[in-house]
């Protein structure tokens, strides 16, 4: 993240934001997509999705998978969607994908 800190007397007395809205945007979605993923995992295994994803797994065991992966998904997009209507970075930052 390129801020710049500055200090008086040892104490932070400022910080300096000097990404742009565009950079503070694709920072924040790499964030998000790994919190997304993180929230994946939490009810759906790596396995599982492949083995969904593959066609190995039919009916309401895959309904259940595919649901939570795209209430997931769903989440993350709603981030992305909020972000591109911001008009500082600290509007971005203040985004939380939960």
Same mark, same amino acid.
């Given at each position: 993240?390129?801020r710049?800190?500055?200090? *008086?007397n &040892? *104490? @932070?007395?400022?910080?300096?934001?000097? #990404?742009? @809205?565009?950079?503070?945007?694709?920072e924040?979605k790499?964030?998000w997509?790994?919190?997304?993923?993180?929230?994946?995992?939490?009810?759906?295994?790596e396995?599982?999705? #492949?083995n !969904?994803?593959? &066609?190995?797994?039919?009916g309401?065991?895959?309904? *259940?998978?595919?649901?939570?992966?795209?209430?997931c #998904?769903?989440?993350?997009?709603? !981030?992305?969607?909020?972000?591109?209507? !911001?008009?500082?970075?600290?509007?971005?930052?203040?985004?939380? !994908?939960e």
């Amino acid at each position: 993240m390129p801020r710049q800190e500055y200090y *008086q007397n &040892g *104490q @932070l007395v400022k910080v300096e934001d000097t #990404r742009t @809205l565009s950079e503070a945007i694709e920072e924040r979605k790499l964030v998000w997509a790994d919190e997304t993923t993180k929230l994946i995992r939490t009810k759906v295994t790596e396995t599982d999705e #492949r083995n !969904c994803a593959n &066609g190995i797994y039919e009916g309401e065991k895959k309904e *259940q998978i595919l649901a939570w992966v795209n209430e997931c #998904r769903n989440k993350y997009l709603a !981030c992305k969607v909020t972000a591109m209507n !911001c008009t500082t970075n600290e509007e971005v930052d203040a985004i939380r !994908c939960e």
